[in-house]
């Protein structure tokens, strides 16, 4: 069965950009990890962006604010963007390197939700076209717990790392996934319809699915359910998805432990593998892992899945070295 949450390198080329697109299916929505360059998304895909969570802002993770942005201004929407410290005053130099005096022509409000990730708080300011894309005051939450995002079906959270600067570390966690059975909804005289959505989100909702769910019926007599019965009747409930995102960090041991621990578990790990072993101390001096040091962790995280990607240009002439020694790492751990 395909799931629902349904992740991608924006640049499959392990050599460009970092980004990773997050697609929700049977809603037009996405998230996406990191705002590298952007042009392999379509603008059909872009618009789709809902949140973004970017990891820091050096160029490469950030360069792409600029297409979002030209994406999508005009469009009656606010995006929420996550970062580590600094990603309000970046953000705010980003928008005001452009002229907006014709902001008064849009009718619709466009704008940037944009949260700076601490430890101890989350600061959250907003850029709107009703606003000249000024910053408003910041609004402090405390006690965050790492949780940046919280839905009923999926929640989103970070541990701040460092890259010689903070640099923010992900995860997404699926609560679980509800398949449809079609031939039990054929069976019943059920159609699929919109109704469906509206069930699962009911699932996500509900403490112990004892509240009552009504189902359209082509004939019109509509069929009462309790949310537990039409689940055993029409679903197969299984595991959640679990997908986290690490790049541009250092290796050392306080990193390791909060990687760790957000990628445990993981179905997929995208995780950097910049430097082959034998450089370690030039990756070590640039606040970057080793191919070796990417597959142990995805290893010792007892991942499913490693994905590799943003490798450094100086194994252009010989990237699967680097994918060679992730893998190698990543089987050998366990023998």
């Known amino acids: 069965?395909?799931?629902?949450?349904?992740?991608?390198?924006?640049?499959?080329?392990?050599?460009?950009?970092?980004?990773?697109?997050?697609?929700?299916?049977?809603?037009?929505?996405?998230?996406?990890?990191?705002?590298g360059d952007l042009h392999a998304l379509s603008p059909k895909d872009i618009l789709k962006i809902s949140h973004v969570f970017v990891s820091h802002t050096h160029v490469d993770h950030?360069?792409?604010?600029?297409?979002?942005?030209?994406?999508?201004?005009?469009?009656?929407?606010?995006?929420?963007?996550?970062?580590?410290?600094?990603?309000?005053?970046?953000?705010?130099?980003?928008?005001?390197g452009y002229s907006w005096n014709l902001l008064e022509n849009y009718e619709s409000e466009f704008g940037f939700r944009v949260t700076?990730?601490?430890?101890?708080?989350?600061?959250t300011c907003n850029f709107?076209?009703?606003?000249?894309?000024?910053?408003?005051?910041?609004?402090?939450?405390r006690d965050h717990g790492g949780v940046l995002l919280a839905e009923p079906d999926f929640t989103v959270k970070a541990k701040i790392l460092d890259h010689g600067m903070p640099c923010l570390g992900f995860a997404l966690n699926e609560r679980f996934h509800v398949n449809i059975l079609k031939a039990?909804?054929?069976?019943?005289?059920?159609?699929?319809?919109?109704?469906?959505?509206?069930f699962k989100q009911s699932l996500y909702a509900s403490k112990d699915w004892?509240?009552?769910?009504?189902?359209?019926?082509?004939?019109?007599?509509?069929?009462?359910?309790?949310?537990?019965?039409?689940?055993?009747?029409?679903?197969?409930?299984?595991?959640?998805?679990?997908?986290?995102?690490?790049?541009?960090v250092a290796g050392h041991a306080d990193n390791q432990k909060k990687i760790l621990a957000l990628a445990e578990n993981a179905d997929q790990l995208?995780?950097?593998?910049?430097?082959?072993?034998?450089?370690?101390?030039?990756?070590?001096?640039?606040?970057?892992l080793t191919a070796g040091q990417a597959g142990e962790l995805a290893k010792t995280a007892k991942a499913r899945q490693m994905i590799n990607f943003h490798i450094s240009p100086r194994y252009q002439e010989e990237p699967?070295?680097?994918?060679?020694?992730?893998?190698?790492?990543?089987?050998?751990?366990?023998?």
């Open 1 to 35: 069965m395909r799931a629902a949450i349904r992740p991608r390198l924006v640049n499959p080329d392990p050599f460009d950009d970092p980004g990773l697109f997050i697609h929700f299916a049977f809603v037009k929505r996405a998230i996406l990890f990191d705002l």
């Open 62 to 96: 950030f360069v792409g604010f600029d297409q979002l942005l030209r994406i999508c201004l005009g469009r009656d929407k606010i995006i929420h963007m996550f970062g580590p410290e600094g990603i309000i005053e970046n953000t705010a130099g980003k928008l005001q």
């Open 116 to 123: 700076e990730v601490y430890e101890d708080r989350l600061e």
């Open 128 to 141: 709107t076209t009703l606003g000249e894309f000024k910053p408003t005051q910041r609004v402090v939450e």
């Open 184 to 198: 039990r909804l054929e069976d019943l005289g059920m159609e699929v319809g919109p109704w469906l959505r509206e």
């Open 210 to 248: 004892s509240e009552p769910f009504t189902v359209p019926m082509p004939d019109g007599k509509d069929k009462s359910f309790t949310l537990a019965k039409l689940a055993e009747a029409v679903t197969l409930i299984t595991p959640g998805q679990k997908i986290a995102y690490i790049t541009d």
């Open 270 to 288: 995208f995780i950097e593998a910049s430097f082959t072993n034998e450089d370690a101390e030039h990756a070590a001096a640039r606040n970057h």
């Open 320 to 335: 699967e070295l680097i994918l060679e020694q992730a893998q190698q790492a990543f089987e050998a751990q366990g023998e």
